[in-house]
């Protein structure tokens, strides 16, 4: 184990957002990660890196290998074979300055019953060095009328939230949070996304796994869509929902004729057809934008616009074959 | 579980006394081991007292009075039920709730739960001791410890003992019930031995010749030597010592945090 040559991503995966990035220092680094429980292999060969503040989503259907690409990654296992630097700092070797600059919320993790949430924080916060401000997490997350209540009094939102703030307490470089917003009601997860955002204005890399698809298109930067313990895709949400759809399209009704060159030189389009009086153009990236522009120059006025662009979750099943669940199970 | 984790330089020291003051406030809110090894020692401690019969001195006991017999028993009685029920039982069900788990990922190590755990149980252990020796001494007439170094000595022993034995148990036990199973399984003789529901002085030779070489029987006898003869006796000390030994290292062996 721990190769340290840089190889390509293996195949399936591309990391098309990377390639345009500036280089920037990588909080997370993820090469040829490979992990077997006896003969089930659970993750055979996942590569990804993520930017320092970035919010980055790990997604796939169970069983597809997230949480335990998240448990090797933070320490929790020892991979068979692969690297894995946090901060340049290898999780099994450097354990003791991993622990304290990476934030974790666990999916199956707990506290003792009969400990009230002061307590737990209070204990939990002594262990870093530099905590965070416990009143401003836990006023975010409204825990705060729950200081004097025992853990098994919370309801599972509850226990969810006070794990987000656990994952946050050590003012983490990093954190790593297993489906924070499963079993919140709306308002919660909304909350729990505002928190996030702030926490990564401060500089803080998230990397989240998470089954909500509304979600990783809101917070996230970049996602990894796992399936069958390896990356399938690698890009921005709406990067990976445009290309998998074959590209958005932008249909619209011309004020007066133009020739299709006018289009199809530009380097968004892919394609241009016409459908009646109506012109439908298909392609990427600002699509709309860029066909409204060129038309503007010959001074034809596009009217009747409808854009029809796929979502994360078109992008998923295409690539998959499966559905993401929204909650309740298992990965 | 060496108590050098705690010599760790990253963690702030103030963690472990957080970890041993919710440790102790569990142990409160949870109180059954508790009563039933402080209460009943103390209730059995006082019912004998209160009888006549166990008061007198008796040759068969080697003049000693049943009264003074059975305040080493119980005192080995505070330490295995509480070693066997409130070291294991929590540690086991930390680690089946993912407690450990979590911990695990902080800069704290799992270990110092267990710390903790020792430190809060000890102290408790030692202040039940205490009030059983006092209680003794001043409403029921005992004699004061003739050996109180020798004692200190032989019930630090028997704790390391009993709880090499309570870990061993957390790290073969998968779940709390498992756990609870096995501890009923180990205490039961362990008491027989130790003479609490027969004194050892009366058992046929062949049981009080295993009853020596057993964790609490030793235990027993070493606290009854020191207590009351004011002696120190090297083989019950050397068999608590190998007790501590032996299953210390197992329980380091095989102890999971998973």
New interface residues.
């Given amino acids: 184990m721990n190769t340290p040559i840089r190889t390509k991503a293996p195949h399936g995966a591309t990391a098309p957002a990377q390639l345009n990035e500036t280089p920037s220092k990588q909080a997370v680094e993820i090469e040829h990660l490979r992990k077997t429980y006896g003969t089930l292999v659970a993750v055979d060969d996942v590569s990804f890196s993520v930017a320092e503040g970035e919010i980055f989503g790990i997604l796939g259907p169970n069983g597809a290998g997230k949480t335990t690409t998240v448990e090797c990654a933070i320490g929790l296992r020892a991979p068979d074979s692969g690297t894995i630097r946090l901060m340049g700092l290898d999780p099994q070797a450097d354990r003791d300055k991993v622990h304290e600059i990476v934030g974790v919320q666990l999916q199956e993790s707990s506290f003792p019953a009969k400990l009230r949430v002061g307590e737990i924080l209070d204990m939990y916060q002594s262990f870093y060095r530099e905590p965070a401000d416990v009143t401003e997490l836990i006023d975010v997350l409204g825990l705060e009328s729950k200081r004097k209540d025992y853990y098994r009094s919370l309801s599972g939102g509850q226990r969810q939230r006070l794990s987000v703030v656990l994952a946050l307490i050590g003012q983490p470089k990093i954190a790593v949070l297993d489906e924070m917003t499963t079993g919140l009601d709306p308002q919660a997860r909304r909350d729990t996304w505002d928190l996030i955002e702030r926490v990564r204005d401060r500089g803080v890399t998230i990397v989240l796994v998470t089954h909500f698809m509304e979600e990783a298109e809101r917070l996230c930067d970049r996602v990894a869509l796992i399936d069958s313990g390896h990356v399938v895709a690698l890009g921005t949400p709406a990067g990976l929902a445009a290309r998998a759809s074959g590209g958005k399209q932008v249909r619209f009704l011309p004020s007066d004729p133009f020739d299709d060159g006018l289009l199809t030189a530009l380097p968004e389009v892919t394609a241009i057809h016409h459908d009646g009086h109506h012109v439908v153009v298909t392609g990427t990236g600002e699509l709309a934008n860029a066909v409204i522009i060129a038309l503007d120059t010959v001074g034809v006025t596009a009217l009747d616009v409808q854009l029809d662009s796929s979502t994360l979750e078109d992008a998923f099943v295409r690539l998959t074959g499966k559905h993401l669940h929204e909650e309740g199970e298992q990965p | 579980m060496s108590l050098s984790v705690l010599a760790?330089p990253?963690?702030?020291r103030?963690?472990f006394?957080?970890?041993v003051?919710?440790e102790a406030?569990?142990t409160w809110?949870?109180p059954s081991g508790l009563i039933v090894g402080v209460g009943i020692s103390l209730a059995l401690l006082i019912i004998f007292g209160e009888i006549p019969v166990f008061q007198k001195s008796s040759a068969s006991l080697g003049g000693l009075s049943a009264f003074d017999v059975y305040i080493p028993i119980l005192i080995a009685f505070v330490i295995g039920v509480m070693a066997l029920t409130y070291l294991p039982g929590?540690l086991v069900s930390?680690r089946e709730?993912?407690?450990l788990?979590?911990l695990?990922?902080?800069?704290?190590p799992p270990s110092w739960v267990l710390a903790a755990q020792m430190v809060v149980q000890a102290s408790l252990m030692a202040i039940s001791v205490a009030l059983l020796i006092v209680v003794s001494v001043v409403f029921f007439g005992a004699s004061a410890p003739k050996n109180p170094a020798g004692m200190v000595l032989a019930i630090a022993l028997t704790i390391a003992a009993m709880f090499a034995i309570g870990l061993s148990v957390a790290a073969a036990a998968r779940t709390a019930g498992a756990a609870r199973g096995l501890m009923a399984a180990a205490f039961y003789p362990l008491m027989f031995f130790s003479g609490l529901y027969y004194p050892t002085q009366l058992m046929p030779t062949a049981l009080k010749d295993i009853a020596h070489f057993t964790p609490l029987g030793a235990a027993v006898e070493a606290i009854q030597d020191t207590m009351l003869q004011g002696f120190v006796p090297v083989a019950p000390l050397l068999v608590l010592a190998a007790y501590a030994a032996v299953f210390g290292y197992l329980a380091m062996r095989f102890f999971r945090w998973?």
């Fill in positions: 760790q990253r963690v702030p103030a963690a006394g957080k970890i003051r919710n406030r569990l809110r949870q929590p930390y709730q993912g407690i788990r979590r695990s990922t902080t800069p704290v998973e």
